[in-house]
């Protein structure tokens, strides 16, 4: 289609450095690609022109390079890698913004699946630990939910953008292959379902999911975090909310009964 | 049947997670296979919204105004029953998103605010953002993992299904799916199995779909039997970025919110989109619609963008692409309610849409076709009745589809915002149809003898072994790009039957190119080669389906186009008051207001087509000037 903004094919080449890796328990290598340049072109798309002619600059033929990605509009979290050292999407990484070579590598705080694919479950049980959901009665007809100010709205809408996409534990420098801290992502969406106003009902289950080995006092403050995130999420703010939350029912703890006698709610 | 029947759902976006949770939520035990982690499904690209008549704006809306909106949009071509079933029951979805913690706009009352969207004249669409499917989709994957967490459901993310286990009776007693990542091939039985698996935009090439959206279980499918009904009805988007990797959608929500479309008056006009005056700008869609203006629907909007550039030569620069233009709307106001579009376009484009007018063209969306599926009817409400096994079925016994692998809720043309309803509405009444189904079979799908499913896993063991060798000159990627490339040329927007012969003949020829594929990859961990050159043929089986459906349906409805047999113009401004022309209507009416139903044979699909009950409303002229 030639469109108006119609990407114009030149002799210009592209270079990309990708890690190569067959299987999480081999050791790996980069093989180096020119791929065609053309206007508007991203990762993705000079991956895919790679599918087409997986041909490396030696001229060895070799197979396809693995990576995952589904939306390439950033909203479905799937393509998050190292890009010339640095975590981001590939989909939004536009190659007349990126300096060449282009070096791709696998997220290095997941298991590798094979070459830039990783294995993400360590984010998905961390949402179950701190119960991300609204616990329903069911799915038949109640009615509306409560109502919610547009000011709340707001916020919680930011929060609710989370892709899971991993950045944010790419780059904290306490989360590690082998260690279980939930990370940022899972701390804001805690916070997210403790601000909404059928959530706030169930807050203190997950204040306690994230209280212990791997929990939210695993957080060095570095801030990274906030820095990557592509959807720019106030994770260090919803960190510093649900600091303030852990810190509250610890203080409860302490008090246990007496606070039992006065009240039969959660923390606020 | 025992009360924790096993089930399988194939699919984790909107439609399949509803799917699962009404399975779970009944007591059922549900597998759900899933290419991609269920929260990376393609539902999270819709941006615009969910439809449901609540009328809150005092513009006495109705679910009735809402059926009639949704049958007339789909030019009558859509199923009647279950449309009604869903536009009754839109409001109390909507009402269960939002219990669920979906992050709405609100009003300043604190209510869920409604915005305007095509097809329609009132404010029925709810919204999050401009990202609702993402929402929507993030909150029914809360749910499962809710139900997963108590494990009532078991999910199996990174499994691709690959066909059916059939006892000797024709019925559907499991699945066979393969591990993406360690490529092991295994069965799963299952009381019955719901194919949720979404459109097949990637047989298009570039689409605005993701690009797991190849359609090759719903083509699986078709080759076991199921018949694939509409396949020729293919919704273009009006507004997309073109890009090389895709078409990235600019939702509808940016004309629900004002965003106007025009070109330049001077064909060819070389100035900057801001150095040219109101005056000397042409904003055809509100010209030439002056009560719907730029929220006609998407079949409308995409051939009058698609003729001022391709027929006219007016587009901008005298190429294909259109101004859209928010830049008289407050940035505020669209970073509240379109700041998900906002930040695509500035992303991928590099001009800040809140200054600059964007530049846009139509690219493939959605497909109203899909596998063919039946509902009952309660003959009261003329809705789907409550608990039949019926609901969502496919011709094969046990084999149920839902969201947009379905063909039913969209005829000719889906209505924006219509699409996240159906999902979750054929969800909805294909959960309980499948467990009702089960309770009706005499024998347990588990309890049937191991032979079916031993020989259903040794079937794929052989189809991916034989796959594995193929070391011929043909790189399947680029096999797949030529097949994108005609379809995309000739299945789209306008069509011509000398074109599409050519392209049925073209995916023929691609066929018997397959043959000679290089699997190009021999590995045994993450073969995505191997299960794409497999999905391959099954894309390409479904693009002669869509092809020939084409070809054969000498008519223009809805999204289908064919000026060599379109009617004339009406010479009144209202249709029905020029009785030549109604008598026309009629004629084409009652020759193709037909389901076009595509069979799978060896020699190609066979079409006929299926009259279409109409308890619901009776067909009228579609005009909307």
Known sequence: MDTAQASAVTNKTVTFRIWRQDDPNKPGHFDEFKVPYTKGANVISCLMEIQRNPVTVEGKRVPPVIWDAACLEEVCGSCAMNINGRVRMACSALVDKLEQPITLEPMSKFPVVRDLAVDRERMFNALKRVKGWIPVDGTHNLGPGPRQSPKDQSVMYVLSTCITCGSCLEACPQVTLDNDFVGAAAISQARLFNMNPTGKMQSEERVRGLMGPGGIQDCGKAQNCVKVCPKEIPLTTSIAVMNREVTKVMIKDIFFKDEEQKSHGGPG | ?625
Not at chain 2, 38 to 61: M, P
Not at chain 2, 125 to 152: I, M, N, P, S
Not at chain 2, 498 to 518: G, P, Q, Y
Request: proline share 5%; aromatic share 8%; hydrophobic share 35%.
């Open chain 2, 1 to 625: 049947m025992a009360a924790a029947a096993r089930f399988t759902v194939v699919g984790g976006g909107l439609a399949g997670l509803m799917t699962t949770i009404k399975l779970a939520e009944a007591g059922h035990q549900v597998d759900v296979l899933s290419l991609v982690p269920v929260k990376r499904s393609h539902s999270v690209c819709a941006q615009g919204g969910i439809n449901g008549a609540v009328n809150t704006k005092g513009e006495g809306d109705h679910p009735d105004i809402h059926v009639k909106d949704t049958l007339r949009g789909g030019d009558f071509l859509a199923e009647q029953v279950s449309v009604k079933g869903m536009c009754h029951a839109a409001p109390g979805i909507i009402y269960l998103l939002d219990r669920m913690g979906v992050t709405f706009n609100r009003t300043p009352e604190g209510l869920l605010d409604f915005r305007r969207f095509g097809g329609t004249l009132h404010h029925r669409t709810a919204f999050a953002g401009a990202t609702t499917g993402q929402q929507l989709l993030y909150a029914l994957d809360e749910q499962v993992r809710r139900y997963e967490a108590e494990g009532k459901v078991t999910k199996y993310e990174y499994w691709e299904w690959l066909g059916t286990v059939k006892d000797e009776g024709g019925r559907v007693i499991g699945s066979v799916a393969v591990d993406l990542r360690t490529m092991e091939i295994r069965t799963f039985p299952a009381e019955a199995v719901c194919l949720a698996t979404g459109g097949p935009g990637i047989v298009f090439g570039r689409s605005t779909n993701s690009i797991i959206n190849t359609g090759t279980a719903a083509g699986r499918a078709y080759m076991e039997g199921a018949i694939y009904a509409n396949g020729e009805f293919i919704q273009v988007h009006p507004t997309s970025i073109p890009g090389e990797d895709k078409l990235r959608l600019m939702s509808e929500s940016v004309r629900g919110e004002g965003g106007r479309v025009w070109v330049p008056r001077k064909k060819g006009d070389p100035r900057g989109p801001r150095d040219i005056p109101e005056s000397e700008r042409w904003y055809f869609l509100e010209e030439k619609y002056p009560k719907y203006k730029n929220l006609v629907p998407r079949d409308v909007a995409t051939r009058e963008i698609f003729m001022v550039c391709r027929d006219l030569g007016m587009g901008i620069g005298g190429r294909d692409g259109v101004y859209l233009d928010v830049t008289h709307i407050p940035a505020k106001t669209l970073d509240a309610k379109i700041k998900g579009v906002m930040e695509i376009y500035e992303k991928f484009v590099g001009d800040d849409p809140r200054v600059t007018p964007m530049v846009i063209f139509p690219g493939m969306h959605y497909s109203m076709g899909g596998l063919y599926v039946r509902f009952e009817a309660d003959s009261r409400t003329q809705t789907p009745l409550e608990g039949s096994p019926v609901n969502q079925s496919t011709n094969i016994p046990g084999l149920y589809a839902t969201g947009e692998a379905d063909y039913a809720f969209h005829g000719a043309n889906r209505l924006g915002a219509n699409s996240l309803l159906s999902c979750i509405y054929s969800g909805m009444i294909g959960g309980p149809a499948m467990a009702a189904f089960a309770k009706s079979q005499s024998t347990s799908a588990a309890a049937m003898p191991e032979k079916y499913f031993q020989d259903a896993k040794r079937y794929w063991e052989d189809r991916f072994a034989t796959i594995k060798k193929m070391n011929g000159a043909e790189n399947p990627y680029a096999l797949a790009r030529e097949l994108g490339d005609i379809m995309t040329e000739n299945c789209t927007v306008v069509r011509y039957n000398d074109r599409l012969k050519k392209t049925v003949e073209k995916i023929r020829e691609l066929k018997s190119r397959w043959k000679n594929v290089n699997v190009l990859d021999t590995g045994n961990v993450a073969n995505r080669a191997l299960s794409y050159t497999n999905q391959l043929w099954n894309m390409l089986e479904l693009g002669e389906v869509i092809a020939t459906s084409a070809l054969l349906r000498d008519e223009s409805r809805g999204a289908h186009y064919k000026p060599e047999f379109s009617l004339p113009e009406p010479k009144t401004k209202d249709p029905r008051e020029d009785a030549d022309w109604m008598a026309l209507w009629r004629k084409r009416h009652e020759k193709w207001a037909k389901t076009t139903i595509a069979k799978h044979s060896e020699q190609g699909p066979q079409i006929s087509y299926e009259e279409i009950p109409t308890p619901v409303l009776e067909p009228e002229p579609r005009w909307y000037a």
